[in-house]
């Protein structure tokens, strides 16, 4: 009777360290839960984010982009780290609580997810390690503004950064403005002052004969 029990007991251990095993490596593959759209905490049980510099960044194809059109962004690291999962989103620079644009022509390791919008999050797919995560940012049509790539990080099941973040963005308008300089012949010629002062952006040449001679001038 005691050994039917030692027996289950033996066996209930060793199915909560399967289930327990099965769960994180679930959590690795199929990508960051949808609470995670706003703290973009990956709720890996106790585990915190790193409090030291992130050896993860950003690189992103242009400081601009015109509204409607995209931009290439790669997130990286150096060649002892590595990504094991991760979530990123575009955020508005002045209200970071706000999710922008959506996201195209992703690796075989990411997907997109929604958590405002279409597409507007990516996680991973796979629990392999990556060193370089390509994707293709497309800006909105009706926004104007800067904006940061944001995103959590994790190296493994209990490391990871949270709020690794880019260089500004800036999104703009697809006007353009032109401007057209007039030119015209010149010709030099020589003065010959005693004295010269400025006031109020005005040069005054006093010549060496004659009565004082003003010449304004622009900043």
Request: hydrophobic share 35%; charged share 15%.
């Amino acid at each position: 009777m005691t050994s039917t029990k030692q027996l289950s007991r033996v066996f209930i251990a060793i199915t909560m360290v399967i289930a327990f095993f099965a769960t994180s490596s679930l959590q690795y593959s199929t990508g960051a839960p949808s609470e995670a759209c706003i703290t973009m905490l990956p709720h890996h049980g106790a585990a915190v984010p790193q409090s030291t510099l992130s050896p993860y960044s950003f690189t992103v194809s242009s400081s601009h982009v015109v509204q409607g059109s995209n931009v290439k962004v790669l997130i990286s690291t150096h060649r002892y780290k590595y990504i094991k999962g991760f979530i990123l989103q575009a955020r508005c620079a002045l209200d970071q609580n706000r999710i922008l644009g959506h996201w195209t022509n992703l690796s075989s390791f990411t997907k997109t997810t929604s958590c405002n919008s279409k597409d507007d999050t990516v996680t991973h797919v796979s629990n392999v390690n990556k060193q370089r995560l390509p994707f293709q940012w497309n800006a909105p049509p009706d926004f104007l503004g800067a904006v940061i790539f944001t995103a959590t990080i994790a190296e493994n099941f209990d490391i990871f950064w949270n709020g690794v973040k880019s260089n500004s963005l800036f999104v703009t308008s697809d006007l353009t403005t032109s401007t057209t300089s007039e030119t015209s012949p010149k010709s030099t010629f020589t003065i010959s002052c005693s004295q010269l002062t400025i006031q109020n952006n005005t040069l005054i040449c006093k010549l060496k004969d004659g009565p004082l001679d003003m010449i304004t001038w622009r900043k």
